[in-house]
Each structure stands twice: as C-alpha cells, then as structure tokens.
C-alpha cells in the first residue's frame, strides 16, 4: 500500500515548498505525523493522491480507495460548492497568508453521511510550479451546523456579539457564583472586573417591579430543567434604568442534576423605547386619523341643511323674479346657484370620502365584469354624450365590498370622460394581469397572496409626470373649475378604497396617447388582516 501511495507522490518529482526541497517521501513522512485529517490532491484535476488514517478514520476513505480510477476530491462536496473550493485554491496560491485562513465545507463520507469541516490548503511546489495541494482538515465540532464559512465571516460573525450590549453568564450553583464576560460588565456599568458576583448580588440590580417575575421564571427553569427567555429591567451601577433580554438554560451532571445556569443578556433599551415610541406615535396618528374622519363627516353631514336651503330659495327666486332680473342681478343669480351646486358636489365627495374607513360592510366574492357593467349602465347618458367607448377585458372574482368596487370604476370612468380631448371620443380600455413575483417584490407586496393588476387606459389629454402621485391627494386639480369642473376628491377617494382593500393604485401618463391608472387588488382578503376596518397600508 504504501508503494503504491509512493509512486503516486512521486509522479510530483521534487517537491518545493518555497522554503526547501522535499521528496516524495519526505512529504509523505510530513503529512503523515501532522494533526487532522491530510490529503494530498493533484492540481490539474484535484484527484487524490494521498490521505493519512484520521482522514480514513473520519471519511471512510482509505489509500486503497485511490487506485485505479481512484477518487476527486470534488466528489466529497456538493456540486454547488466546486467553485468555492477553486476560489480557495486560487487564495492560498496567491496569498502567502492563506494557510492562516480556512474555509468550512459539508464533506461526505464514504457511508454517504455529511458532516462539517475545517479546510485549510497549501500549494506544493515542483521546480517553482503548483502540482499539488495539502489539504489540512479539522472537524467542526460545535453544536451548530456550520456556524461560518470562513475566517471572515467568524470575525464578522463574533464583531456581532462583541458590541457594548452584548454578554454572557455562568451560575456555578453548588458554589452561588456568578461569572461574567466583559459585556456583561458593561451592561451593568461595573468597572471593576473582580466585583463578586453571586445570585444574590445580581437580583439586587433587577429593577424592583420586575425581581419578583425574574426570581420565579429563574427557580422554574431550574426546577424543571427548562430554558429561560425573559425580558426585563435592571437598574445599573451608576443608577441607570435598563432594559436586558436574557437566554438561558441549565447543564446536568451525569446523575441528571442541575449543576449550573449559563446564558446570555443583551442590552434592548435603545429598541424597545424606539418601538414604544413608534407604538405612541401610530396610535396618535390613528386618534388623529379618526377625529379628522368623524370632523369631516359631521361637518359635512351639518353643512346640508343650510346648503338645502341655498339652493331652496335661489330655486324660487329665480322662478318668481327671473323676469324682473336682468344685467347683473341674472348674473349673480346663475353664479349662486353653480356655486351651491358645486357645494352639494364637494359635501357629498367628502362624505364618500369619510365613510370608506367607516364602512361595516363585509368583504364578499364580487364579479367585477358585472360591476364594470352596472357602471356603464349608471354613465349610460354621458357615454352617449359623448360617444365613448369602453373596452374591457375578462375581469377576476375578487374579495371586496361591492360599493366601493362600484365608485372605483365610476370615478375612474369619469376621470377619462372629463379630460378627454378636444372633438375626440373617449376610448377606455380595461386590461388585467396576475401579479408575478417579481412584481410583487417590487411593489413591496407579500409573495403568497394571489394579486391581479387592473389597468384603465383612455385616449384623453393625460398630465405631467410631475402630477402622477399628486392627483391622488384630496382637493387636488390640474385644470381650473371653469375648464374641468369636479371638487378634485375623486382620484383621493380611489387612493382610499385600494387602501381599504389591502392594495395600491397608480397613474401614468402615455405621452401623446393618453393616460393609465393601475390599481392592484388582492383575489382574497382572508389573512392580509385582522379587521376589514383596518386596513394595511403598502
């Protein structure tokens, strides 16, 4: 056996390792007393050429197993891995550093089981030219499954764990002492590092409110064996008020009993006061949200009546004393009753405006070709008025409030009616798609619900690329009343419903053709929230 493993070592001459000239048997001697699992792989094809018994013991594979067609390294590895190996090869050839370093890989055995190791590799020279490497392995023998991948990724892997807010404990029980890391320390604010610590002096730090809970969910684990999660206040050294998230566990003896407690404790004041002041802010916001709701909707509702009569009176004025008006006194007239109009416009937009997030409805299936439908026939008189003409594509079933599915459409529609071109017919086009996953990506959409996107494309004067999330906002116009007449809360009150629905709406302008609303809707609403009365906003 060993002639043969000479006469493959040999085939490599001389061998170089930039320090001196080694035989092939020399090299064997050397790799055979090292530490670790050894091997010893040809660099044009990586077939090996030699192993040592620790990589037979671990690996299965013997130095019988080369002969013949014998075996690649790149066998031990997944397919996925070859190019990281090659990579490594190229770092250790270029780098003088790179026996310092090592990379870790699942290795398969020759019982098919995998199992991680520490690879570290080191090119032999012959005559100046790489012809083989030695490849030093090392089992990984933490509990976790490959915890890094290199050198690199273990420092940045520790970098984490090595912050001011980081630290780990030890409870020796039979002898009540607690032994601290150095963030532990610093957690707790105590520069002396030889402070005494035991069970006792550390519940002294437990802020009062909290020592209670601490001490029992502490005696429970211990009692029953079982791991600690707990959140918590401490009060530090210097006085000052934190709040620390502790994991651990407790470690038996061979006889099942407790012996001691080891975990670890991490400094959340910083997050948890962001996210209570976050948590104040949204519920202010939503205390807000709901008073400007109900001011608008009682105001608007309050401003009827007065607005009824207006309209009442300028109606008989304008019956009884129309022919005794003339000049001026008909012009004020006709503006009075446009304006009082134009105020039954905007209080009844705004009272749409204001029951959407009030609305108890439940969502249902709902057909939307069958609500495009009842639109048309409601915009019956305008479309043929105006000689529109609406294209529409099979549309989906969806889980909505049919209401709202209505107004959307409606005001759409009405959208593309009013700002169409001069002397030209408006054609409306309706087009839909599923959403793909990439488009749900990138509308920042969750990937497992189904999500349809309803294009309404029209033919009409579109706008500026500057307005496209502009004209979503409530009381906000291109055009002056007197060219386009509206109250400028259609477009804010489709923003609202797609809202309401867990889905998002958007505009853009076709240069010279017209203009396009996209609005995205979700198929079900099951899932996406708790309350259909509180909606998620993307």
């Not at 684990?221 to 709040?243: C, F, H, M, P, Q």
């Not at 008189?381 to 000689?387: C, G, M, P, Q």
């Not at 049919?402 to 959307?408: E, G, R, V």
């Not at 809707?521 to 259909?532: D, F, K, T, Y």
Request: overall charge negative; proline content about 4%; glycine content about 6%.
């Amino acid at each position: 056996m060993v002639i043969a493993v000479m006469d493959n070592l040999q085939t490599l001459g001389t061998i170089d390792n930039k320090e001196g000239l080694l035989s092939g048997d020399a090299l064997l001697r050397c790799i055979s007393g090292g530490p670790g699992l050894v091997t010893v792989v040809r660099a044009t094809d990586l077939k090996i050429l030699y192993v040592n018994d620790q990589f037979e013991n671990h690996l299965g594979y013997s130095n019988a197993d080369l002969e013949g067609k014998g075996l690649c390294f790149d066998d031990l590895l997944g397919n996925y891995l070859h190019d990281r190996l090659r990579f490594q090869l190229t770092i250790a050839k270029n780098d003088p550093m790179a026996s310092s370093r090592y990379f870790m890989y699942p290795l398969k055995g020759k019982n098919g089981v995998e199992a991680p190791y520490c690879l570290y590799v080191s090119p032999v020279y012959t005559g100046g030219v790489i012809e083989a490497y030695s490849l030093v392995m090392h089992p990984e023998l933490s509990r976790w499954d490959l915890p890094f991948t290199s050198f690199n990724t273990r420092e940045l892997f520790l970098e984490q764990f090595n912050g001011e807010d980081f630290g780990t404990f030890e409870w020796i029980m039979d002898v009540d002492k607690v032994f601290w890391s150095v963030g532990v320390y610093r957690i707790y604010e105590i520069d002396d590092r030889q402070f005494p610590i035991n069970r006792a002096v550390v519940q002294q730090f437990v802020h009062p409110q909290d020592r209670a809970a601490a001490s029992e969910a502490t005696a429970t684990a211990v009692a029953n064996g079982k791991s600690v999660d707990l959140e918590y206040r401490i009060i530090t050294a210097k006085n000052k008020i934190k709040i620390i998230h502790s994991l651990a566990r407790v470690v038996k003896n061979n006889e099942g009993k407790v012996v001691k407690v080891i975990g670890s404790i991490r400094d959340v004041t910083e997050q948890r006061n962001i996210e209570t002041d976050l948590k104040n802010k949204v519920e202010e916001l939503n205390h807000s949200n709901k008073e400007l709701e109900e001011f608008a909707f009682v105001a608007s509702h309050d401003m009827q009546e007065p607005l009824r009569k207006i309209t009442t009176f300028s109606d008989r004025l304008s019956e009884k004393y129309k022919d005794a008006l003339a000049g001026d006194g008909l012009m004020y007239l006709s503006r009075m009753v446009a304006a009082a109009e134009n105020m039954r416009l905007l209080i009844n937009n705004l009272l749409d405006f204001s029951k959407i997030s009030k609305n108890k409805q439940p969502f249902e299936p709902v057909n939307l070709n069958l609500i495009v439908k009842q639109v048309k026939t409601d915009l019956e008189l305008v479309i043929e008025e105006t000689h529109t003409v609406i294209k529409s594509h099979s549309l989906p079933q969806i889980d909505a409030i049919p209401s709202q599915m209505k107004q959307l459409f409606a005001n759409i529609f009405s959208n593309a009616i009013k700002f169409r071109k001069p002397d030209t017919s408006p054609v409306i086009t309706i087009e839909m798609s599923r959403l793909s996953d990439d488009e749900k990506d990138h509308f920042e959409l969750p990937l497992q619900p189904v999500y349809y996107k309803i294009s309404v494309t029209d033919n009409g004067i579109g706008f500026e690329d500057e307005y496209s999330m502009r004209i979503f906002q409530v009381f906000q116009r291109l055009h002056g009343k007197s060219e386009y007449p509206g109250s400028g809360i259609g477009l804010a009150i489709c923003k609202k419903i797609l809202e309401y629905h867990h889905g998002l709406i958007f505009a853009e302008n076709i240069p010279n053709t017209g203009a396009r609303f996209v609005f995205i809707i979700p198929e079900h609403q099951g899932g996406l929230n708790q309350s259909a009365n509180e909606p998620v906003i993307y």
